[in-house]
């Protein structure tokens, strides 16, 4: 058996040897492979090194599985926001579609009563800017892909009310506009600047460092062995 073989024996066995795991992010770098040099000048030299390799893999959903629950659980906080209103406020909620889209209906007549409407309407938006703001307030460790989803959530629907959601026959900015004085330019003034300063608090807590991003140094897991 020749040295080289022996060479590169000797690294398939070591990186063998060495735990990879490709199932989770690496936090703080990528995981570790191995560079095995073989000099021209002594072939019985051998340096083996970690290097990163160039090969990304599909990691688990040890993150997103917890971030998406998050992020579903601010939604579903929205909703039940809309439905806690309307009963507290004397109506019967109820569901449907319009234009394919899930709606909950408030059950109460936006001509009769537009104050109570306007109450139902805002419910969802404030219950999720409550929810972020007491994830950003109460002491806690707090940083885990379940909170970031949270508030990934709650940020995300203000954005989408005020862009894509603005208008439209169940929109909750346009019956909110319609049943008060307030303008929908006021109204995302308003949601919108909770949203943005959340953002910025989110952008200066250590806890929420990569926001919306897995917590390793460039997103990728990267495995194999590199030889020279």
Do not use: C
């Not at 080289?4 to 990186?15: D, E, G, P």
């Not at 997103?64 to 004397?90: K, M, Y």
């Not at 059950?107 to 139902?120: C, D, K, V, Y």
């Not at 959601?165 to 307030?182: E, H, K």
């Amino acid at each position: 058996m020749s040295k080289r073989t022996l060479v590169l024996l000797a690294a398939a066995m070591t990186l063998a040897a060495t735990p990879i795991d490709a199932q989770q992010p690496t936090v703080g770098g990528s995981s570790t492979t191995f560079l095995v040099t073989l000099p021209a000048d002594s072939a019985d030299t051998i340096a083996i090194a970690p290097v990163a390799a160039t090969v990304p893999v599909r990691v688990s959903g040890r993150y997103w599985r917890p971030f998406l629950l998050g992020f579903a659980t601010s939604v579903l906080a929205h909703e039940a926001g809309h439905i806690g209103a309307s009963l507290a406020l004397g109506g019967r909620p109820s569901f449907g579609f319009d234009k394919a889209r899930p709606t909950v209906y408030s059950g109460i007549s936006a001509n009769l009563t537009p104050r109570r409407q306007f109450l139902f309407s805002s419910a969802g938006l404030t219950v999720q800017a409550l929810l972020d703001e007491l994830i950003l307030d109460i002491p806690h460790a707090g940083g885990s892909a379940f909170e970031r989803g949270i508030l990934a959530g709650g940020i995300g629907t203000t954005a989408f009310y005020f862009t894509l959601g603005r208008s439209g026959s169940v929109s909750d900015v346009d019956f909110m506009a319609r049943t008060s004085s307030l303008s929908k330019t006021q109204l995302m003034l308003i949601y919108g600047g909770i949203a943005a300063m959340h953002s910025v608090r989110i952008a200066h807590d250590g806890r929420y460092a990569n926001f919306f991003a897995r917590p390793d140094a460039d997103g990728r897991v990267r495995i194999g062995v590199d030889l020279r």
